[in-house]
Structure formats: C-alpha cells, structure tokens
C-alpha cells in the first residue's frame, strides 16, 4: 500500500502595507548653502567687531597723543642749582637741548607732545637729573613727540655731565663740561662747546662733536657714526675703539704716537706718527672705519 504525500504550501502572499507606512527612501543630500551663509554671517559679525575694536584702540592711542588721555601735557619745572656739580640725562624718546643763560635756577621746559607730562626733573644731592619717558611708539606712530629744554645757569659751566640718549635728539650749544660722558643707544648727539674730558659711546645713530680744549678722549663705536672735531690745545690722549661703523677724528696739528690694530675694516691715518711724542693715540679697528686728519 503507497503513501500520497502532502500537498505543498501555497506560497505567502506579501503583506500590503499599511495607512501609516510609506516605502524607505535613501536620504537626499543636505545642501551646503546653510552652512556657507552662517560661516559668512560669522566672518561678518567678526570684522564687525574687530573694526569697533580697532576704532576703540586708535581713538584711545590718539586721544593719549593729543591730549585727550592725559598723555599729553605741558609746563616748566625748576629746581635749585645753588652748588650743583653735575648734571646726568636719561632720555628714552623724544628731543632734548641744554643750553646755559642768566638764571638762578635749573629749568626744564616741555612742549606740548606725546609723553610731555612724563619728563622728570630733579635733583639729588649735588646733581640736577633729567628723564623722559621710555616708550616713543606714540610719538612715532603720531608723528608728534615731545621737546625739552633745560636751562642751567650759566654760573655751573665747568660742570660734570653724564648725557645718556636711549632714543631722540640731543643738543648741546656752546657748553663748557669737565668730565662729559656720552652714551648713545639711537638717534642723534650734536655737541659744540668745550670740555676737559670726553668719554663717548656709541652704539648706533649720529654724534657730532665739536669741542676745544679737550685733554682725553676715549670714543667707543659699536655701530652708527661719529664726527669728532678737537681744536684748541693738543690732546694728551686719545683712544678709538671701532666694531662697526665710522669715526672721523679732526684734532689740532702737532706731534702724535700712533699705534693701531687693524683686523678688519680700514684706518686712515692722515696725521702720520711721531714714536715718543707726548700726544698718544690708540686704535682698534675690529671693522668699519676710522679716520684721522689734522685741523
């Protein structure tokens, strides 16, 4: 006896779908223009803001240089000179003259400018001090600075003076110094009168000197130029030490010894030399130039 098997399944019918269900459908893209107009709003906002800024700091700075932020100011200041053997300059920016008339005290006088309320005058113990403010962006940036000038009487010629210019100008005009010492960061020195001594470094800039009289000299240049002019009595000693840059030394004519080291550089010597002479001259030339020449 056979065995009849099963009959089949009948194949499932799919599922409709139903009221709520719609087919998937891959995502479209995202478009970038959203994005790009919050990156140019941003950018916008931002130099928006940096310009207000901007606008704040330049109105600020230019308030302080004009006057409006109490940078800028002017006025005399005096002190006692009875008995004054010295007088010493710390000048950070600006412009400096120092001149010797009929008066009976030191007077600093500063003209409208930036930093013109920050100059300094002063005096301890047997010295008159002069200082100025140590930040010049301003006045550059301006183009206004301060000027001073300082009037001692002229009772005090002879006198010590320690002269240092970190930047600006300084002028002398017909002064007569003992021990005048010089030290020049930038900028410019002119200088005519007399003195017994001259000490004078420089490390870069312009220094004209014009004096008579002159016993020692000892010039320092590391960079920057120097003209240097003697006359009056013949110098006992000079000493030149050059780095870089240029000396030019015009001195009263008479006998000199001369010795020199030159490793670099060049050294001009247009007075010729004279062994055992009671004038002596030192030279070092590490580079640049130096140059001698009589009067």
Do not use: K
Not at 58 to 64: F, I, K, N, R
Not at 119 to 134: A, F, Q, Y
Request: hydrophobic letters at 40%; proline letters at 6%.
């Amino acid at each position: 006896m056979s065995t009849v098997p099963p009959p089949a399944p009948e194949p499932a019918q799919p599922t409709p779908p139903t009221g709520s269900e719609r087919p998937t459908r891959p995502d479209a893209p995202r478009s970038a223009a959203p994005r790009v107009v919050a990156t140019l709003v941003g950018a916008f906002g931002a130099l928006v803001i940096l310009g207000t800024l901007g606008t704040a700091a330049v109105g600020t700075a230019s308030a302080a240089v004009t006057g409006g932020g109490g940078g800028s100011s002017s006025g005399d200041s005096t002190v006692d000179a009875t008995g004054v053997t010295e007088v010493e300059t710390e000048v950070g920016a600006g412009s400096l003259r120092i001149e010797f008339a009929d008066v009976d005290e030191a007077t600093l006088e500063v003209t409208r400018g930036w930093g013109a309320d920050q100059w300094r005058l002063e005096r301890v113990e047997d010295t008159i001090r002069v200082s100025s403010p140590d930040r010049w962006w301003g006045g550059w940036m301006f183009g206004d600075r301060s000027e001073a000038v300082l009037t001692l009487p002229d009772t005090l010629e002879g006198l010590d003076a320690d002269l240092t210019m970190n930047a600006g100008d300084l002028r002398v005009v017909d002064g007569d110094f003992g021990e005048l010492d010089l030290d020049l960061g930038a900028g410019s020195i002119d200088i005519t009168g007399s003195a017994r001594s001259v000490d004078a470094t420089v490390s870069a800039g312009q220094a004209d000197l014009e004096l008579s009289d002159v016993a020692e000299a000892d010039v320092t240049v590391s960079a920057g130029d120097m003209d240097l002019v003697l006359t009056g009595t013949q110098p006992g000693q000079m000493t030149f030490d050059v780095s870089a840059g240029r000396v030019t030394a015009t001195v009263p004519e008479g006998e000199y010894d001369i010795t020199s080291e030159v490793s670099a550089g060049d050294f001009d010597n247009g007075l010729g030399s004279t062994p055992g002479a009671r004038s002596t001259v030192e030279v070092s030339v590490t580079a640049g130039q130096v140059e001698l020449r009589a009067g």
